[in-house]
């Protein structure tokens, strides 16, 4: 393939700028693909291009094809740090079935795989490097690359990087040593999931160069999204075991908070579904690639993990996703829905929501030893999350608002909030608790069960439609402004001053004198 007009960078790089038709002819030679997935060939051109990339898509969008495709069209090793063993394993073995050139090395390898991996560097043209973070800083390491014709950076799960962000690793951080190792190579810096705050850290940290920011593809339109507000794990066994049974194929995961909870969730369902597997950090090495590689085959359909189990696990036939507890943050509860659906057909992700699932965050926030502002962040993400979990509006655009997605809705469609009762695309699961053996319907409600009168129905909905342009104005998610069984405490009590609004569920000293004021004044005048 004969790129056109190439022309020589001051860097002493090469620019080339290729035609779109060339780069599908080598998407379908190489990898066998008929065409790019959304955002997938803009990044690749401003790689191409020798600029550096900031590129967020959603869990199953085909990022690693953003660094992999340009590593074939042009020469020298493209370096991939990526935070799992079995990931660059997985990585690799699927690109050596397809004649491309693929390496890695990490702490694992004998002395003479290490030497095999080196010399496959040296004879290849161009050649892909998978690395650990920690592995960049070993000063060995640091003197061999800097020897290196070395086309490109990609950083995998870069929001790492940022302190700012939920999954911050000390090795992540240090990485812009890169730019001071081989200040020409570009970089590209690659996450699933980031907030705004957590993206402009990661062009600070990796000294990115006004990157070209590429965000889009939060938008899963196959997925249906739905919560369930549950007051024991008795009633979140019971829609568990119901959702699996509208689910008869494909994989099932089911993401727990603990790892005593995984082993108990899946017992319960081996009893009533056959072999179910657990999967957790506590477990020896041994066994969870065991468990891993059964899952992999479909020799184990259900699995309950925590969220050790994920990151760069690709299924494409997970048919349901389940969150027994609610997660530390909005960020990986995206990220852990994100394993369902990846082949485009319908599946759905159900949250099992009660008030035990804040109580057991809150108390990991409290045993930590990190500083005051990252507990701060904590506490604050966690509050993100659970007004997610008690929101009124549309879940798929929360999710579109909350990270600033190129892409915005209104209404789905195809979430709980948006069409509780029939829903043509998905086989959603949905679920009268009534109906389940020993359960009351009753025992599941709270706030948001509570009767409004006539009155206070007006005001719901008054402050309801603030709430959406406030949001917004602001740019934020409704569920950031406050959830919905906040509005309902808020209609109820209908507070006067600001020492009573603080009484109000979700009305923390910050909302409160932040937009405290504002509230006040909106009740005023719904009065």
């Known amino acids: 393939m004969q790129p056109s007009q190439p022309r020589r960078m001051p860097s002493g790089l090469l620019q080339i700028s290729f035609m779109n038709s060339d780069l599908v002819g080598a998407l379908k030679k190489s990898f066998h693909l008929p065409g790019f997935r959304k955002g997938q060939r803009e990044i690749i051109e401003s790689l191409l291009n020798n600029k550096d990339a900031l590129a967020v898509m959603p869990t199953g969008g085909g990022k690693s094809l953003c660094y992999q495709l340009p590593a074939l069209l042009r020469p020298g090793i493209v370096v991939v740090i990526s935070p799992l063993i079995a990931l660059m ?4 073995q699927r690109l050596r079935s397809l004649g491309i050139s693929a390496v890695f090395l990490h702490s694992g390898q004998s002395v003479a795989d290490k030497r095999l991996v080196f010399s496959v560097l040296k004879r290849a043209e161009s050649s892909i490097l998978y690395l650990s973070p920690e592995r960049v800083q070993k000063d060995g390491f640091r003197n061999w690359i800097t020897a290196q014709k070395v086309s490109l950076f990609a950083i995998d799960e870069a929001h790492c990087v940022s302190q700012w962000g939920p999954d911050f690793r000390e090795d992540y951080y240090k990485l812009g040593g890169l730019r001071e190792l081989l200040p020409e190579v570009p970089i590209v810096a690659l996450t699933a999931s980031a907030t705004p705050e957590v993206l402009e850290d990661i062009i600070r940290q990796l000294q990115l160069r006004k990157p070209d920011r590429h965000i889009h593809g939060f938008y899963r339109p196959n997925l249906y999204y739905q919560v369930e507000l549950c007051s024991d794990e008795g009633i979140k066994i019971a829609i568990a075991r119901q959702a699996i049974s509208q689910n008869p194929e494909g994989r099932i995961l089911i993401y727990c908070g603990t790892r005593k909870q995984t082993e108990t969730v899946s017992g319960f369902l081996s009893e009533h579904f056959g072999k179910a597997a657990f999967y957790h950090a506590g477990m020896s090495s041994e066994d969870r690639t065991c468990v891993q590689t059964q899952y992999q085959k479909g020799e184990i359909r259900i699995l309950a993990a925590t969220n050790a189990f994920g990151m760069g696990i690709d299924h494409p036939d997970v048919r349901l996703v389940v969150h027994f507890q609610m997660p530390a943050n909005v960020e ?10 990846r082949d485009g057909k319908p599946s759905a992700c159900l949250l099992l929501y009660s008030k035990k699932d804040k109580g057991l965050h809150s108390y990991f926030i409290t045993q930590s030893n990190a500083d005051k502002n990252t507990i701060r962040r904590r506490w604050s993400a966690l509050e993100a999350i659970v007004q997610f979990a008690e929101g009124g509006e549309c879940r798929h655009s929360g999710i579109l608002t909350y990270f600033r997605d190129s ?24 679920f009268e608790v009534a109906s389940l053996p020993k359960i009351k319907k009753k025992e599941t409600k709270e706030i948001l069960d509570v009767e409004l009168t006539a009155e206070e129905e007006i005001r719901f909905e008054m402050l309801r439609e603030w709430r959406k342009v406030y949001a917004t104005e602001n740019d934020i998610a409704p569920f950031m402004v406050f959830s919905n069984k906040t509005l309902k405490d808020l209609v109820r009590r209908n507070p006067k ?9 979700g009305f923390g000293p910050h909302k409160t004198e932040y937009i405290g004021p504002t509230v006040l004044a909106r009740l005023q005048a719904c009065d």
Request: charged share 30%.
């Open 332 to 341: 990986h509860y995206y990220q852990e829905m994100g394993r369902a659906g």
């Open 407 to 430: 892409f915005r809705l209104k209404d789905c469609g195809h979430c709980d909030v948006c069409d509780p009762s029939d829903f043509r695309h998905v086989q959603k699961p949905k």
């Open 89 to 92: 394993e997985n990585q690799v």
């Open 497 to 505: 001053t600001l020492e009573e609004l603080s009484k109000v569920y």
